[in-house]
């Protein structure tokens, strides 16, 4: 049998190399089980070597040879290294005088596919406070990476995005927009001195609720670009069902509370956004989940915290998330393309160079659809104007794609019907201020 294809022997072999190549020369050292992040050439650029650990600094890492573990490094999109496996030695000093301290880092990746690592250190038995020092300090910058021109994904395929999407781009009542936006900015510039004074923890929520394809994501993703253009933290938790085969080990919750840990060890204020809420309120982690909302878990940012949710299904958010004040602060209701002015704005968006006053008329038809239905009925009608090479667009064509999308999509179990959302009094005395 072949060891190597056994995964959970690797670590077996790490540790045999560690005994026969180090002890020898470090015999009160102990091997433990470490993180991944200290092994990024980010992370441990940024640590700063002024800092103690436990009475030691932090000088410089260097990689060594080692038969049981390659050195291959991956870049991230600035050619640094973000992830690698290998053999390293890190050295730190004692600030008081005294023997340096040689930390030996194993790191190897356990899946071909997928990210998965194992990492372990040998230091000596009295440095152990301090490499956990280290260590934690190694995940806050890891967390943190590039916190401000990214954003920071949480369970998804990607590690960070930059968020592209401008308030102009989207397409609703400008009233929404702006209170949508007043109260994120009023919270992290007014609210969060106010809450500490009252010594509460500045944690906000808010949730965007609407039927499926009006804009929320987008309205993420604005709130995200403004977010770091102040120089905010933007963490983004993907949606909790399109779980990649590296988390699906880990539950859904975990991510959560993975954002709230990245926001408490942040030095600056946070934006969190959690896509799908609804979907976190299954019977297993509701409870968790409820408090988390109640701030009661989570452990905190002073610079303050701003969670933004969204859900297409209200519906599964009960009378205790919903009720309860406190869990959610407020909630903005994201409808449907609402005016004749709104759809003609919506339409021309997507129709660009091929837009034509005459359609005007027809925009009313529009009217009560939500912004993704509008700019399927105008890919679909600019697919057929290139199809059969027309050099304009007829407005019977228009008409014809809207019928047709229209027909799709009664269809299918009336999914853009006007949904009731049944939410009763929290929403309106939440929105309707
Ligand atoms: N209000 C809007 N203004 C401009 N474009 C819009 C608007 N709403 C939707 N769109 C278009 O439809 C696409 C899908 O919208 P988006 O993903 O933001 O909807 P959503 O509300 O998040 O839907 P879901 O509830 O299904 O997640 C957008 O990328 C955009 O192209
Ligand atoms: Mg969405």
Redesign the pocket.
Same mark, same amino acid.
């Given at each position: 049998m072949n060891d190597s294809n056994h995964d959970h022997f690797k670590s077996d072999r790490m540790a045999t190399w560690i005994k026969s190549a180090w002890l020898p020369q470090h015999p009160t050292a102990i091997t433990v089980w470490t993180s991944v992040a200290v092994v990024s050439e980010t992370v441990v650029e940024r640590i700063d070597r002024s800092m103690s650990f436990a009475g030691y600094r932090f000088t410089a890492s260097e990689a060594l040879d080692c038969p049981v573990v390659a050195n291959i490094r991956q870049l991230d999109d600035r050619s640094f290294v973000w992830r690698q496996t290998g053999a390293f030695i890190y050295h730190f000093n004692p600030e008081a005088g005294g023997d340096v301290i040689d930390v030996l880092v194993l790191c190897a990746q356990i899946h071909e596919v997928g990210w998965s690592f194992v990492v372990l250190a040998a230091l000596p038995e009295h440095f152990k406070k301090g490499w956990t020092a280290f260590v934690e300090e190694a995940n806050r910058l890891d967390e943190a990476y590039d916190q401000h021109d990214r954003v920071i994904v949480i369970g998804g395929r990607q590690n960070s995005f930059v968020p592209t999407v401008d308030w102009d781009? $989207? %397409?609703?009542p400008s009233a929404l927009k702006t209170d949508l936006l007043n109260d994120v900015d009023a919270f992290f510039k007014k609210g969060v001195s106010i809450y500490l004074k009252l010594n509460l923890k500045p944690f906000r929520k808010l949730l965007?609720a609407? %039927?499926?394809? !009006?804009?929320? !994501? &987008?309205?993420?993703?604005a709130l995200a670009k403004w977010a770091i253009s102040e120089g905010y933290l933007v963490i983004y938790i993907s949606s909790a069902r399109k779980t990649s085969n590296e988390e699906e080990y880990t539950t859904s919750f975990s991510k959560i509370e993975r954002a709230l840990e990245a926001a408490a060890s942040s030095s600056v204020p946070t934006l969190i956004l959690l896509?799908?809420l609804d979907a976190y309120l299954h019977e297993d982690e509701k409870a968790l989940v409820l408090n988390v909302l109640d701030g009661s878990e989570a452990p905190l940012n002073t610079k303050g915290t701003l969670l933004v949710s969204?859900?297409?299904y209200p519906e599964a958010i009960d009378e205790r998330v919903l009720k309860r004040p406190g869990r959610l602060d407020r909630v903005f209701i $994201?409808p449907e %393309?609402k005016t004749d002015m709104d759809a003609v704005e &919506?339409l021309k968006?997507?129709l660009g160079a091929m837009w034509n006053d005459e359609f005007k008329q027809f925009a009313h038809e529009l009217v009560g659809y939500?912004?993704?239905f $509008?700019?399927e009925v105008a890919i679909y009608a600019l697919t057929q104007v290139a199809q059969d090479d027309l050099p304009e667009l007829p407005p019977a064509l228009l008409e014809k794609s809207f019928k047709a999308l229209k027909a799709q999509i009664d269809a299918r179990d009336n999914f853009l019907k006007q949904r009731s959302f049944g939410l009763g009094d929290p929403l309106r005395s939440a929105n309707g201020s």
């Open positions: 781009e $989207i %397409v609703l965007l609407g %039927v499926p394809g !009006t804009g929320k !994501t &987008m309205l993420c993703n896509e799908e969204t859900t297409n $994201i %393309v &919506m968006r997507y939500p912004g993704a $509008i700019r």
